[in-house]
């Protein structure tokens, strides 16, 4: 059993970290810090955990969490420019969840996140945590871990997550001409544990709406991904559910939808793609994913769709955004960085209803 | 007292017809018909009638229908086409909330609705009601019905009134560059009253699709209010909520944004536009429109954004689907045609929470 | 036109009010207080109202609601007890919807609401607003306000208001053996527009909860108007939802329910109790009601059922807990004390989906 | 690894049942019924199984259904009644989550699912399937089971189980002077996949109602489990979440509250009670239950509260009705039975949110 710490256990991500840890074989709990609730029994704050041992959270500087194996961040940005180099100085591997390691660029963390960035080194020697599309950083965490080295794994974000997985296959394979538009809609989940007007229950019940139009957090982690600078146009969309996350990303396609052999083959293309990946589904021709096939779970489902006179490939995901949008994703990448199964503790299926 | 009637009066859109016109100050219901339901009380089936008087379904052949001032159809596509010449001949005005009249070329509509259209020469005379957008129709045939004639009017769909109020000031400028990309997402009221997996609470609660991508019997109607024939890439999706429909309308503009006077230029322009609607409002800048703002009222909200790099403008609009989108702007259309104020008997307001 | 005025207007049930009001064709909003909002506009704060005018939130201390014919108190309680006596005093009728003037025992008041009342001889004055079962008090003070007294209205809560509705009937024709059991379950507009963990929409969401079991401050409420102190057992719960309450009330019978004529002399009885009530309906027999048939209206749903074995009716009534529960019923209050119609500007129905 | 076959496996229960037995580690699904499916691969009808390898729905006719260990059946009344005495004779175990075996008198049954029934002697012999209350018979199907008889086990109904479960303690101890009333509140799952205007999304989203007041038919299983004939008052209610059911029982005290310890005492009672459950945590004093915190899981959470007046107990649980109230339970029933940890696969917690 490794020892796993979460910073930040009382948030939404931290929760399901906990709940997911909790089950996983090959990891237990060591520590699980909230500032706000140090001392406080997990099961007193989220009842979930009612009746499963005496866990309690501990302060922030908490030093069991440099007894552990794996801590996993799940704090807001800034923070985890603390956390993150004194863990990887006591040889404590990192798994972070907030923005704090994703963009390469040190400049461009200063200009979308408001601080000089204090471990510009670290943006180097991250590995990127979407195993899907950048697995030769996070085998080569895994060498490095192996060999005693404590690494750092900068896990992609839900809206990234999602949108990156419906578009990088079509990309790759040189069939799109950019500009892309993603146009995502995301559960509540995705705006966090803050009590505030917004996450009202009354004011988010029964409402659509698109928010942070041009300027949300994700768009330069979504054109880094997917290496297309100013050509992403995002558009995120808050609907009244808890957790999903819906990507429906417009590729224009750069030739005639026939010559790529039509919907078949550029299914084919993705199908192909994702031969390997535990996670990902595309689903059969004709059929579109719906975010509650996959919640609770850390799958992805791709479905695909032609938008004919305007030659558009439309290609549009499904995942939890709590999950494979966040700490699922941390726990793939955290197997993968110590030699375990991709899918270990992550094979539960979603609840059909 | 005009005298109304409604035929298809129990599904959604049929109620929400029975609710405004049985408030309506200038008109009173005449006969509400419903085939699988005649002879029943509308309270038996519709509990929010309880309690205000006697009303009842009658057969799709009720006489009344031919006594009345106007006759809405409530029913599904092709069912128009048996009601609106006959209506017509017995100087019924008809305001018809289904396709069958909404396409001006006969061949879309058999391609579109796989039935050979059987009154075309009505689709010359009929009046598109999408008053913001065509008022001359609407003006020309409240002339006619002044002058003692039986005029029809072919109402807008929910997707195409939400889609075109927020793409059309931008498109009529001059200042985009097709094509447009139409992201809409609909509360399930929108999928009809019928009982279905699709619309079962269990399966459309906590999740979100996309659905009938590059398929959707509104891209026809949108192309053609725009004028914009193959320009259009039209995305519907559903979400967990009764009303609402918010569409994300992507414009590409055609020169750079600043050149346009930014967004506040853009902002005017739409301002200017909609002088004198009293429906549509133009939310101020950097304010982005809620469902939940305009449901349950005839109201549309639109909002504008930029995306910079992608030198877009991004208008959202947000609708009520069964009222602005269907039986509220049949009302509005009404309320033209007999010469009323043109929000009569639609000035409620949304419900705060 | 007489001049309203809302204090607290920011909350959802002076939103409420504000929506009733601005529609109502007696009434004009004449100031709208909110401290922390003063200054600002109405439709920036509550889209809502977004092309409505120029509305804006004036302070608390705003002299023109001395100019007011009704001030309408949307405030927490304890803090009516600073507007009702110096409006009083300024020819100001008062209609509070907060529980201040509800007790009619000072030492109740203080035992439950944790302070000392500071105008008791107010408790003695004060009609109650629940017009279906309080008709006379409400008729007294249209008597003084037409003689150009200012009145008093301490209007009923929401759980009262539908608890006590489904139950009066059975105890005043003295069929009843308390104690009674009510088990009531409301949307969360019920729990205000304060952001709390509570309220959160992440955890009302797909969630149901009872809450402050035998000890919820409606109970000496329900107790007084029922005249039944210490024989109701009064239980609330939460469901995910915005506006609905539905209480379900079980009324031991005192004699066999044959001897009563079964469910149908029981149901005559709660027919001719209602005779006359334009907002409260008697569902035919086994129909019991459901709360988004009055969502958004007035009115009052209530069906009953026999629990055979047991011997017990069972009550439930269905209301919208922001509008027949607090501003609705506070208008109607206002109807009757200024000589209007009970349903001016109430009449609109629910939506039927 | 045990062979599993679940008839009904396209319905509710019948796809948790799939949910709970893929993911079991003793179990493997060995034939999986639809007849209005048969053929049919799962994932095209349930996408939670996409690439989940190529499980096929067969019919009920499936002869492997004989070759299995277990089989489930997930069916409506009166349907188990055809397969329960074939699968016995062919040494298959069965545990049926549908009513046909859980009342002990044939009379009864006819009463109340209005058919004769044709195995009673089976009614004799089935174990009941509510461990935490019966654990006796079902420990002594599992000694029949290790001898290689096969045995049958009627699970509890979901309401009968979160009811009884609240109840039974305190009246095992005496402490209760019946009638109780059960006032209780289920999410739309309970009413099934079948679609109609009861669970169309659009009528259950946004409302409450409660149903089948008296003659609810989980009122004699209740009635049988409590030992109380004609002494319960049950009254079902639905709300607008997908998974949870919450029940309220009101169980009137034979004695003082304080001659019994008060609520303190009470809880001790009910904690000794559930030592040694996996699955039941009662909550701390003052902490009552929500249905969130279960859901997904097979746990139980039960919250009391004294309503001091009417010296009313007030029993508060929660579950997950398609889990504890169904499947999970019966997944549990086959781990005692085949000598397994009762919470064999069942130890998931719920998600936070």
């Given at each position: 059993m490794r020892k796993a710490g979460i910073v930040g256990a009382a948030g939404f991500t931290g929760a399901e970290l906990m709940r997911l840890l909790q089950a996983h074989p090959d990891f237990e709990l060591h520590a699980v810090t909230s500032d706000a609730l140090?001392?406080?029994?997990v099961a007193s704050v989220n009842?979930?955990?009612?009746?499963?041992?005496?866990l309690c959270f501990s302060a922030h500087d908490d030093a069991r969490l440099f007894e552990c194996d794996a801590v996993f961040l799940a704090v807001p940005?800034?923070?985890a420019l603390d956390f993150a180099p004194r863990l990887l100085a006591h040889a404590v591997s990192v798994f972070d969840l907030?923005?704090?390691?994703?963009?390469?660029d040190p400049d461009a963390y200063e200009k979308w996140y408001g601080k000089r960035h204090t471990s510009p080194e670290l943006l180097v020697s991250a590995a990127f945590g979407l195993p899907e599309l950048f697995p030769d950083g996070l085998l080569d965490a895994h060498r490095r871990c192996a060999q005693g080295e404590a690494v750092l794994v900068a896990c992609a974000g839900c809206y990234p997550t999602a949108s990156t997985l419906a578009a990088f296959p079509a990309l790759q394979a040189g069939i799109v001409r950019p500009p892309v538009i993603i146009d995502a809609i995301s559960g509540v989940t995705g705006a966090g544990k803050t009590a505030n007007e917004r996450t009202h229950f009354c004011f988010a019940n029964e409402s659509l709406e698109a928010y942070n139009i041009g300027k949300h957090r994700h768009t330069p982690e979504i054109e880094q991904i997917l290496g297309l600078p100013g050509q992403v146009a995002f558009t995120p969309h808050l609907a009244p559910l808890n957790r999903g996350l819906l990507a429906t990303v417009y590729l224009p396609l750069a030739h005639d939808a026939a010559s790529l052999g039509g919907i078949e083959g550029i299914g084919q293309l993705y199908q192909d793609f994702y031969e390997?990946?535990?996670?990902?589904e595309v689903l059969g021709q004709g059929v579109l994913p719906k975010t509650a096939s996959v919640a609770g779970s850390n799958r992805v489902h791709i479905g695909l769709a032609l938008q004919e006179p305007a030659n558009m490939l439309v290609a549009v995901s499904a995942i939890d955004n709590l999950c494979k949008g966040a700490s699922g994703q941390a726990v793939q990448c955290a197997n993968i960085v110590f030699g375990l199964a991709e899918d270990r503790g992550l094979a539960a299926l979603a609840c059909y209803v």
């Amino acid at each position: 059993m490794r020892k796993a710490g979460i910073v930040g256990a009382a948030g939404f991500t931290g929760a399901e970290l906990m709940r997911l840890l909790q089950a996983h074989p090959d990891f237990e709990l060591h520590a699980v810090t909230s500032d706000a609730l140090a001392g406080t029994p997990v099961a007193s704050v989220n009842p979930t955990f009612a009746g499963s041992g005496g866990l309690c959270f501990s302060a922030h500087d908490d030093a069991r969490l440099f007894e552990c194996d794996a801590v996993f961040l799940a704090v807001p940005h800034t923070v985890a420019l603390d956390f993150a180099p004194r863990l990887l100085a006591h040889a404590v591997s990192v798994f972070d969840l907030s923005a704090d390691y994703r963009l390469r660029d040190p400049d461009a963390y200063e200009k979308w996140y408001g601080k000089r960035h204090t471990s510009p080194e670290l943006l180097v020697s991250a590995a990127f945590g979407l195993p899907e599309l950048f697995p030769d950083g996070l085998l080569d965490a895994h060498r490095r871990c192996a060999q005693g080295e404590a690494v750092l794994v900068a896990c992609a974000g839900c809206y990234p997550t999602a949108s990156t997985l419906a578009a990088f296959p079509a990309l790759q394979a040189g069939i799109v001409r950019p500009p892309v538009i993603i146009d995502a809609i995301s559960g509540v989940t995705g705006a966090g544990k803050t009590a505030n007007e917004r996450t009202h229950f009354c004011f988010a019940n029964e409402s659509l709406e698109a928010y942070n139009i041009g300027k949300h957090r994700h768009t330069p982690e979504i054109e880094q991904i997917l290496g297309l600078p100013g050509q992403v146009a995002f558009t995120p969309h808050l609907a009244p559910l808890n957790r999903g996350l819906l990507a429906t990303v417009y590729l224009p396609l750069a030739h005639d939808a026939a010559s790529l052999g039509g919907i078949e083959g550029i299914g084919q293309l993705y199908q192909d793609f994702y031969e390997g990946s535990p996670f990902v589904e595309v689903l059969g021709q004709g059929v579109l994913p719906k975010t509650a096939s996959v919640a609770g779970s850390n799958r992805v489902h791709i479905g695909l769709a032609l938008q004919e006179p305007a030659n558009m490939l439309v290609a549009v995901s499904a995942i939890d955004n709590l999950c494979k949008g966040a700490s699922g994703q941390a726990v793939q990448c955290a197997n993968i960085v110590f030699g375990l199964a991709e899918d270990r503790g992550l094979a539960a299926l979603a609840c059909y209803v």
